[in-house]
């Protein structure tokens, strides 16, 4: 081999690896579906604090329900 074939397989095999790891940061980044669902639960919990302070109860009904909803859906990860 020479030296501008190795420099240009040098080249390659480090955009391989910066791309890979580049592909494995913007992986774990995205939020995965548990970590939505308690976000989406504490939202709702939020709001059902809310809606109870302001004796707004047919919202809190509501709330209620979807938290219902998104409790059972983390019992079944």
């Known amino acids: 081999m ?3 074939q190795i ?3 040098a ?5 391989l690896i910066i791309n ?3 592909e494995g940061l913007i992986l774990e980044l995205q939020p995965d579906q548990e970590e939505e669902l308690l976000a989406e639960l504490a939202r ?5 604090d809310k809606y109870l302070k302001a004796e ?5 009904e509501l709330m209620k329900k979807k938290i219902k909803t998104i409790e059972t859906k983390l ?3």
Do not use: F, P, W
């Open 2 to 4: 020479t030296d501008e």
């Open 7 to 9: 420099e240009q397989l």
């Open 11 to 15: 080249q390659r095999v480090a955009k």
């Open 20 to 22: 890979n790891l580049h």
């Open 44 to 48: 709702c919990m939020t709001l059902l």
């Open 56 to 60: 707004q109860y047919e919202k809190c």
């Open 75 to 77: 019992k079944n990860l």
